[in-house]
């Protein structure tokens, strides 16, 4: 029983630490994908990797020690050691909220290459999130990237097998492509972007036709309980626009464990 907690331990550990460093990369994504699909201002040299972790206020580069994961954040009480500058809590929540996602990877799949693929999985999910909240935008090379990946996964077998992630790509840009014109009919307004059928379509080439029903009700349900407050503070048709990529994926995320977990219950031997 000890050597299999002390396992267990060392397990989820470098879980936490994956997550960890998936985070810090996730935050790099955040901030640059945007200014690299806008296309960055004359003269300034911008890439995922270059200039190196910087200061934006004092534009200060960044030590080694001023990067590491959560800590840095911490012993530096969430300010930058050189000017002062608050740093955006962003960063240490993005960085939280993957070491835990990755745990919960390994408690549903194992420390298996599953759980690995989850957590790039998790890790594009999140970036477009934020991505979306900031600008209500989603960049193509994360959504289209993301979709492929799927698909590559599935080449494998490692979620679904190829047809079903296939027809999961196509069912998932489909069903909101038909939603929007349906909308547009109706309401002469566009309800959503391209960028969501993108990123239900790479939802679905990751885990298959089959889970989209489940993704699209979690992430309804969970769009409206953020909405609803503010529709009835208004008391008014809310009519701003509204970042869908978050909820979309909750209901990712939230279907691919729920879907394994679902796959230990029904598979379970009776006894």
Request: a positive charge.
């Amino acid at each position: 029983m000890g050597e299999l907690a002390i396992h267990s331990f060392i397990q989820y550990g470098f879980a936490m630490l994956a997550g960890l460093i998936a985070g810090s990369f996730t935050t790099t994504l955040i901030h640059r994908m945007p200014k690299l699909t806008r296309g960055v201002a004359e003269g300034e040299q911008l890439s995922m990797w270059l200039p190196g972790s910087h200061c934006p206020k004092c534009l200060t580069r960044l030590k080694p020690r001023d990067l590491i994961p959560l800590v840095s954040w911490a012993l530096a009480r969430g300010r930058c050691r050189y000017c002062g500058a608050r740093i955006n809590a962003m960063y240490p929540l993005v960085e939280a909220s993957l070491a835990l996602i990755a745990c919960a990877l390994v408690f549903v799949f194992g420390f298996s290459v599953h759980a690995l693929a989850g957590l790039v999985f998790a890790l594009c999910l999140l970036a477009l999130s934020v991505i979306d909240a900031r600008t209500l935008t989603l960049p193509d090379v994360l959504t289209l990237s993301l979709l492929w990946l799927g698909l590559l996964c599935n080449v494998m077998e490692l979620f679904t097998d190829l047809a079903s992630a296939v027809t999961g790509a196509f069912a998932g840009y489909a069903v909101l492509w038909a939603v929007m014109h349906a909308h547009r009919l109706i309401r002469r307004i566009e309800g959503m972007g391209y960028g969501d059928f993108k990123l239900l379509a790479a939802i679905g080439a990751w885990l298959g036709w089959q889970e989209l029903p489940a993704v699209l009700l979690i992430a309804s349900v969970s769009g409206l309980l953020w909405a609803l407050p503010r529709i009835l503070r208004d008391r008014a048709d809310f009519g701003g626009q509204v970042p869908f990529a978050p909820f979309l994926s909750i209901g990712g995320l939230a279907a691919m464990m729920m879907g394994e977990t679902m796959n230990h219950i029904t598979l379970w031997p009776s006894a």
